[in-house]
């Protein structure tokens, strides 16, 4: 510890160091590495059974059936075992997604042309989460049910009489790539916008247009944006049980993980989940090391820092227009429309087949009403109020750690307060229920003891780099001078930071903390996991947060007094989109001015 207070100048600096990282060894890393301890005695041979690797596909990947004059085309996808399964699902999506989220990036950034406001809006309508309900809704519009959908009631008001819709594996595929192709939009997008001006202008300057300049210049300089946004797209795809779920497809490796939770036995026991997680957290950090291997082998020219001078948009000539207004808004409309129907699907009084049947306020009543379901709003925002300000010290004291403290250790909790971001939720779900109720079973800290506890401290774990980054950013453009200078007049470190550093950097602090904030409140994986340790939604006191009260609703085949559950579901998602769109609108106001993107690795 002396040796370590060597290091830094006072022990303010010391402390701002400490925090963050003693937190996130505790909370983080040693959770993380406890899944390690799930695999005692476990049988690695039970992994290679047809269940989890299946080399023989089992079924089709399109099925066609006629039955009269109607035509059914089922798109199911086929069975390779729980393990391929979900790396082949994932890497569809990252690719699907990549391709939507980059093209769009590049069409709204760099051309101008009729309806480009359009084209933004509806790329960035799926930024507001919903959490179950958005995949529900998708299953509406687009699945395969005996009731019919309602892209296959617009086909048959056209003529087509024919029915398309989307199941199983294909089902799960189709939802998540509408649900996550904005995160590479909005990363790309970012990158773009952080482009010298100067490098497009002597490309055109000499003779490029249009796609030339797109393929030569531009996506070289935006890679980086591109792939932060694919790599997340990839783990986020690998963990999401939203989809599976709603789709009623087990066999992947996020749903089997949150199979255990249900009822600890489900899937072989804690070998067996334990193994999963190992699996699921080794295919989400190679693909991040190659990711950053390949970006520090690369050479990009100089970006410009701060605020970058805009450059002139491009004209879009008619092969561009046809393709934007025939291939990419298609692709948007269909985005969109889940979200917009989560909002219809809200307000009506149920929606079983092609379309929603009548107009009512009562789902939101019933919000209020039902002790159970009320309670996942209070939990949620008072999880929010306990984790906020927790995330606001150990955010700031690493950033400013990492940004003005040039020790070792500052590289080191940099990368660690990074990590959460490229680490699946349900192995952090999981680790701290192997952790916790190892060290301290029976104890406030033990997720079968009282499981809210151990929710905030995930939430603040895992929500923090999205205040860290943005903290960081600020700290970044703001000068080491006007510290030093304050500090050679005779002020405190403890003073600097009360009165020079957080008056210059409260506004990209009060930005990180709302999208802290957003994404503790539409927490998925910890919440319907750790969460449902608590009880469940006929209990009014039980421990789960907004999330996981959506979970149960569109699991529910009924509810009381007649309401369709997935509505009420639906009520509830809508309140947390609306909330959503305020923070997005704020905090994104203050980091668009910085070329920052929202969500980075």
Not at 535 to 555: E, K, S
Request: proline share 5%.
């Amino acid at each position: 510890m002396v040796e370590l207070g060597r290091r830094f100048r006072d022990r303010v600096a010391l402390a701002l160091f400490l925090l963050p990282t003693v937190y996130l060894v505790t909370f983080f890393v040693f959770p993380v590495a406890s899944v390690l301890l799930g695999l005692k005695d476990f049988d690695w041979g039970l992994l290679f059974s047809p269940f989890y690797f299946n080399l023989e596909p089992v079924g089709k990947m399109i099925e066609i059936r006629s039955f009269g004059p109607r035509t059914f085309v089922i798109v199911k996808g086929v069975d390779v075992g729980v393990v391929l399964n979900s790396l082949i699902n994932s890497a569809l999506v990252t690719l699907f997604a990549t391709l939507i989220g980059a093209s769009v990036a590049v069409l709204t950034a760099l051309f101008d042309f009729p309806g480009r406001r359009v084209f933004i809006f509806l790329a960035s309508l799926p930024l507001l989460v919903a959490p179950f309900v958005n995949a529900y809704v998708v299953k509406l519009l687009y699945g395969f049910n005996l009731q019919g959908n309602t892209i296959s009631f617009l086909l048959k008001s056209l003529g087509f009489d024919v029915v398309v819709g989307f199941t199983k594996l294909a089902g799960v595929t189709l939802a998540q790539t509408l649900a996550f192709f904005p995160i590479v939009y909005i990363n790309t997008l970012a990158a773009i916008m952080a482009i010298d001006a100067s490098l497009i202008e002597q490309a055109r300057n000499l003779g490029a247009r249009g796609f030339t300049v797109v393929r030569k210049v531009v996506l070289p300089l935006a890679m980086p944006g591109i792939l932060a946004g694919a790599t997340l797209v990839y783990i986020l795809s690998l963990e999401d049980v939203g989809a599976p779920i709603v789709f009623n497809f087990k066999n992947l490796v996020s749903y089997q993980v949150y199979e255990f939770f249900q009822e600890f036995t489900s899937i072989g026991g804690v070998g067996a989940a334990a193994a999963l997680c190992v699996i699921m957290l080794v295919a989400s950090l190679v693909p991040l090391a190659v990711v950053k291997k390949y970006l520090s082998l690369r050479y990009y020219a100089k970006l410009s820092r701060g605020a970058p001078r805009p450059f002139e948009r491009m004209r879009l000539g008619r092969v561009g227009m046809a393709a934007a207004y025939l291939l990419v808004l298609p692709v948007l409309v269909a985005a969109a429309a889940p979200q917009l129907g989560v909002f219809v699907l809200a307000f009506s009084e149920r929606w079983v087949g092609a379309l929603p049947q009548g107009f009512t306020l009562g789902n939101f009543e019933i919000i209020f009403s039902k002790p159970g379901v009320f309670r996942g709003i209070v939990n949620s925002l008072t999880y929010a109020a306990m984790a906020v300000p927790l995330i606001a010290v150990l955010g700031f004291s690493a950033a400013y750690t990492v940004a003005r403290e040039t020790v070792r250790g500052a590289g080191a909790l940099d990368l660690l307060s990074t990590a959460p971001l490229a680490v699946p939720g349900l192995v952090v779900a999981f680790g701290y229920f192997i952790f916790l109720h190892s060290v301290a079973p029976g104890s406030p800290l033990d997720p079968l003891t009282l499981p809210a506890a151990v929710l905030v401290i995930a939430y603040v774990a895992r929500k923090m780099p999205f205040t860290v980054r943005a903290v960081f950013t600020g700290l970044l453009q703001t000068p080491k001078e006007m510290e030093e200078v304050a500090e050679s007049l005779g002020a405190t470190r403890g003073t600097v930071l009360r009165k020079v550093v957080l008056p210059l950097t409260k506004r990209s602090l009060l930005a990180g903390l709302l999208l802290s904030s957003i994404y503790v409140l539409s927490e998925v994986s910890v919440s319907v996991t750790i969460g449902a340790l608590g009880g469940d939604v006929v209990d009014p006191n039980h421990a789960g947060p907004i999330t996981f009260v959506i979970m149960r609703l569109i699991q529910a085949p009924a509810f009381g007094g007649g309401a369709q559950p997935q509505a009420v579901a639906a009520a509830m998602a809508s309140i947390l989109m609306l909330i959503e769109a305020l923070v997005l609108f704020v905090a994104t106001n203050r980091l668009a001015r910085r070329g920052q993107s929202l969500i980075s690795v």
